[in-house]
C-alpha cells in the first residue's frame, strides 16, 4: 500500500493534468486563417527578408492584414504576385525586379595585393587584418562570403572579384547583406548606368590602389545633361531616375568605372 498509493495519487494527477491541457488547448486555440497555407505555397520559400519581413511565413501573415502590398517579394516576381493577388481578390500589383550589382572593378589587373594573407577563407574573417589583403581597402575581398549564401548560384569569382550571373540573380539580398565590405548593392533592374567602384578616396590615392576606380574627376558630371551624376565624397552616383542611358557618361570617363549596360528584366530565362 506504501508504494500503491503514491503510484495511484501521480496517476490521478497526471490525468487531470492531460484533461486540462486538453480543454485548453481547444478553448484557447487561435484558429488559423484558411488562406495562410495558400499564400505561403505562392511564395518561392527563399527566406531572404527582402520584401520586409522574417522570411515567407511572416511575408505571408502580414497579408492576410489588410494593406499590405502584394508586390513586395522580389524574388517571385510578377507571377508570385499576381497568385497572390488572386488568393485575397485584389488586383495584382507590378513588381519592380531587382539585381545585385558588385560596386568594385578591382580585378586582378586593376589592382593589387599588399599582404599574404594567410587564414580562414572568408571576407569578414580577411577584413580583421587590416582591412583585407587588397590595396583598396573598399574593394572586393574575393573570399566569396557572398557565393556561399547565393540561394541560386548566381555569383561567382571571376579575376579575383566577385562576379553576378544577371540571368540567374533573383534580387533576394543575401549577398549585400552578406558582404562586409557593402560594395554588392540591390537596385531595380531598370537602372540603365551604374558607378563600379566604392572608393571615397582622393583621386591620386585611388589611382594608385586601383587603375579602374573612380577619382572623382567630374568629367562624366559635367557631361551628363540630364543632371544625372553627382560627386559626392570623391565617388561619382547615377540618378536612376533623371539617367536615360545615353552612354556619355561613359565615353569620358577615363578609367571605365562608369558602365552603361542594359540590366533589364529581359535577360532572364
Known amino acids: 500500500m506504501e508504494i500503491l498509493i503514491p503510484i495511484l495519487?501521480?496517476?490521478i494527477i497526471g490525468l487531470i493534468c492531460g484533461v486540462g491541457l486538453s480543454v485548453a488547448s481547444s478553448v484557447m486555440?487561435?484558429?488559423e486563417d484558411e488562406r495562410f497555407p495558400v499564400i505561403r505555397d505562392?511564395?518561392?520559400?527563399?527566406?531572404?527578408?527582402?520584401c520586409?519581413?522574417?522570411?515567407c511565413d511572416g511575408y505571408a501573415r502580414a497579408l492576410l492584414e489588410p494593406g499590405t502590398k502584394t508586390n513586395l517579394c522580389v524574388p517571385g516576381a510578377d507571377a508570385v504576385a499576381a497568385k497572390i493577388a488572386e488568393v485575397l481578390g485584389v488586383e495584382a500589383q507590378d513588381v519592380i525586379e531587382k539585381i545585385a550589382v558588385v560596386r568594385c572593378s578591382g580585378t586582378c589587373e586593376a589592382t593589387s595585393v599588399k599582404e599574404d594573407y594567410r587564414g580562414i577563407e572568408s571576407c569578414r574573417a580577411a577584413k580583421l587584418f587590416f582591412g583585407g589583403a587588397g590595396s583598396c581597402i573598399y574593394g572586393c575581398m574575393g573570399l566569396g562570403d557572398c557565393t556561399k549564401v547565393c540561394p541560386k548560384d548566381a555569383i561567382c569569382m571571376v579575376k579575383g572579384i566577385a562576379h553576378v550571373d544577371l540571368k540567374k540573380c533573383i534580387g533576394c539580398g543575401m549577398c549585400a547583406k552578406e558582404c562586409p565590405q557593402q560594395v554588392i548593392t540591390v537596385v531595380p533592374d531598370v537602372i540603365k548606368a551604374m558607378v563600379i567602384c566604392s572608393n571615397v578616396d582622393k583621386g591620386a590615392v585611388t589611382r594608385k590602389a586601383c587603375t579602374m576606380g573612380c577619382i572623382g574627376c567630374h568629367k562624366c558630371?559635367?557631361?551628363c545633361e540630364q543632371g544625372a551624376?553627382?560627386?559626392?565624397n570623391n565617388l561619382a552616383h547615377v540618378d536612376p531616375d533623371k539617367c536615360i542611358g545615353c552612354g556619355k557618361c561613359a565615353e569620358v570617363c577615363i578609367t571605365g568605372a562608369l558602365r552603361v549596360q542594359d540590366f533589364s528584366g529581359a535577360h532572364r530565362v
Do not use: D, F, Q
Open 9 to 11: 495519487a501521480v496517476t
Open 29 to 31: 486555440a487561435v484558429k
Open 42 to 50: 505562392c511564395l518561392p520559400g527563399a527566406n531572404c527578408g527582402a
Open 52 to 55: 520586409g519581413y522574417s522570411g
Open 221 to 223: 558630371e559635367k557631361v
Open 229 to 232: 551624376i553627382t560627386i559626392t
